[in-house]
Nanobody
Framework: VQLQASGGGLVQAGGSLRLSCTASGRTWNVMGWFRQAPGKEREFVAA????????WYADSLKGRFTISRDNNKNTMYLEMNSLKPEDTAVYYC?????????????????WGQGTLVTVSS
C-alpha cells in the first residue's frame, strides 16, 4: 500500500490550494488528512469514507476546507480556501484497516510522505 500526497506549495493568505492523495495497492474504507506545523504536534484535518462518502472535519477548519474523493481514481482531495498563515504545515494523508475514530492519528497504519503548504502573510 502506498499513499502519494501532492499539491502543496506557496500561496498568499486568502488563497486556495487543492491537495491530492492517491492510493495504490489495496485501500481501506477510511482515509484522512492530518497536518503538522513546525514545532507542533500532528493534528487532524479531515477524513472521508470511500463508500458512503461520510466526512469528518476538525471543528476549527469547517467551512474553509472540503474533503472529497474520486473512487475511480483511488484519489482523495482536500480543497483549502481562505488560507491563513497558521495553515502552514506539512499535510499528510493516511489510511488503514483499524480506523474506527477518524480523528485519531494512532488508528492509521499507512501514511503518505507529506506535502508542504506554506501560506505567506
Amino acid at each position: 500500500v502506498q499513499l502519494q500526497a501532492s499539491g502543496g506549495g506557496l500561496v498568499q493568505a486568502g488563497g486556495s490550494l487543492r491537495l491530492s492523495c492517491t492510493a495504490s495497492g489495496r485501500t481501506w474504507n477510511v482515509m484522512g488528512w492530518f497536518r503538522q506545523a513546525p514545532g507542533k504536534e500532528r493534528e487532524f484535518v479531515a477524513a472521508i469514507t470511500w463508500g458512503a462518502g461520510s466526512t469528518w472535519y476538525a471543528d476549527s477548519l469547517k467551512g474553509r476546507f472540503t474533503i472529497s474523493r474520486d473512487n475511480n481514481k483511488n484519489t482523495m482531495y482536500l480543497e483549502m480556501n481562505s488560507l491563513k498563515p497558521e495553515d502552514t504545515a506539512v499535510y499528510y494523508c493516511a489510511s488503514g484497516p483499524r480506523v474506527a475514530r477518524p480523528s485519531l492519528d494512532g488508528e492509521y497504519d499507512y501514511w503518505g510522505q507529506g506535502t508542504l503548504v506554506t501560506v505567506s502573510s
